[in-house]
Nanobody
Framework: QVQLVESGGGLVQPGGSLRLSCAAS????????VGWYRQGPGKQRERVAL??????DYVDSVKGRFTISRDNAKNTVYLQMNSLKPEDTAVYYCAVAGTNYWGKGILVTVSS
């Protein structure tokens, strides 16, 4: 049984930082492209970042502020989020690209 569990979300002030983690069981992350997605209030879900193993990719709105990384030994993917803005407020999900393997999501709220 595959499980992806996100952690590290919460409330942060604008300009602050958070690091999200996604720990997987039942699937070997090292064999797949993994990513972070988000869905803000009243918005469609969007892809935030992908880690293909040898390369990474970001949506334009987070370039220079967010960093995706992975630790294959821990079967975990991370999203370091710096210089957070109110528009980054969303439920963040990790997923294995091209599969139905998704976490349940974690809320990030950026507000003063």
């Amino acid at each position: 049984q595959v499980q992806l569990v996100e952690s590290g979300g919460g409330l942060v002030q604008p300009g602050g930082s958070l690091r999200l983690s996604c720990a997987a069981s039942g699937v070997d992350f090292s064999r797949y492209t993994v990513g972070w997605y988000r869905q803000g209030p009243g918005k469609q879900r969007e892809r935030v970042a992908l880690h293909r193993g040898g390369s990474v990719d970001y949506v334009d709105s987070v370039k220079g502020r967010f960093t995706i990384s992975r630790d294959n030994a821990k079967n975990t993917v991370y999203l370091q989020m710096n210089s957070l803005k109110p528009e980054d407020t969303a439920v963040y999900y990790c997923a294995v690209a091209g599969t139905n393997y998704w976490g349940k999501g974690i809320l990030v709220t950026v507000s003063s």
